[in-house]
């Protein structure tokens, strides 16, 4: 989600309760630290930040991946990382900042030098956006996107992509260039025929809240397709809190919702979907504790 789009819809009411901890870790392989504790207009504080990642532990979510979409939660992110086991980054220029003239060959340059830090692990999330982005962006938006594609692989690092209304403009650009040895769609929102197109490729399908919503049948009929090794879970917190808790504030420690929404939709048993959840994640961003 691009920090230029407002959370206000998703932090209203009160924090909604943790969840029952799950029976083993699974990883929140994306989330947004910095908008989901802090917020549109201030940083969190360290104290704030560590509070959330314990609470996240608390119910069987020790790993997390703190994503930047834009120069600035970028270093931060890559910061967060750097100070604590739990969190591994990714960077990037989101496709609506790309979409906005943001991608100057000097943020670039700072994402590529971000890259190559020993705990970054990612370059994302980038993409394509054609639902907030007007046609006049595109052109940006698909030059970023390129870039990108080629800071990750040059850094021998995973690649997170947005993808919102692109389905095939995403596949054609990642044919064109080439996809990364790890390929990861954020926040998958295909229906099962897309699914199949990104399984065939070697691409992996990250889950997140919406999953569960009532009107997302077609996401639990990718899901259910999906191989579980082509398989990871999310939050995008502060966005798309899971069902039955939209429209209060998302964070890291829900994300057991969507993983036993995924168990549900998969037939695999709880203990078994998050161990192979978190060898998915080790094996696509590499050792948290390295």
């Known amino acids: 989600m691009s920090r230029s789009a407002s959370s206000r819809a998703n932090r209203r009411g009160d924090p909604p309760p943790s969840p029952e901890p799950l029976p083993a870790p699974a990883v929140d392989s994306h989330t947004h630290f910095d908008i989901a504790v802090g917020g549109e207009d201030r940083q969190p504080t360290d104290a704030e930040v560590d509070e959330a990642i314990a609470a996240a532990a608390a119910v069987g979510v020790p790993r997390l991946v703190q994503v930047g979409v834009d120069v600035a939660s970028s270093r931060w992110s890559a910061e967060l990382a750097a100070r604590h086991p739990a969190v591994l980054a990714a960077v990037a220029l989101h496709p609506n900042e790309a979409g906005a003239g943001a991608a100057t060959e000097t943020a670039l340059a700072e994402i590529e030098r971000l890259a190559a830090l020993p705990r970054v692990r990612a370059v994302g999330e980038t993409g394509l956006d054609r639902y907030r982005t007007g046609e006049d962006g595109w052109a940006a938006q698909e030059a970023s996107f390129r870039a990108h594609i080629a800071i990750a692989k040059r850094h021998g690092i995973a690649l ?48 997140a809240g919406t999953l569960t919503f009532a009107n997302a049948g077609y996401l639990r009929e ?69």
């Open 222 to 290: 990718a899901a259910a397709l999906t191989p579980l090794d082509q398989l990871l879970v999310e939050t995008d917190a502060p966005f798309l809190t899971p069902a039955p808790l939209r429209g209060r504030p998302n964070s890291a420690r829900l994300v057991p919702h969507t993983v036993r929404a995924l168990s549900d939709v998969t037939g695999t048993p709880l203990e078994q979907l998050c161990a192979r959840l978190t060898a998915n994640a080790e094996r696509v961003f590499g050792s948290w504790a390295g």
């Open 160 to 207: 997170v992509i947005h993808d919102r209304d692109a389905h095939d403009e995403v596949l054609r650009v990642l044919e064109d260039e080439g996809a990364p040895e790890h390929t990861v769609l954020h926040c998958f929102s295909g229906d099962a025929g897309f699914a199949r197109r990104c399984i065939d490729r070697g691409y992996v399908l990250s889950f």
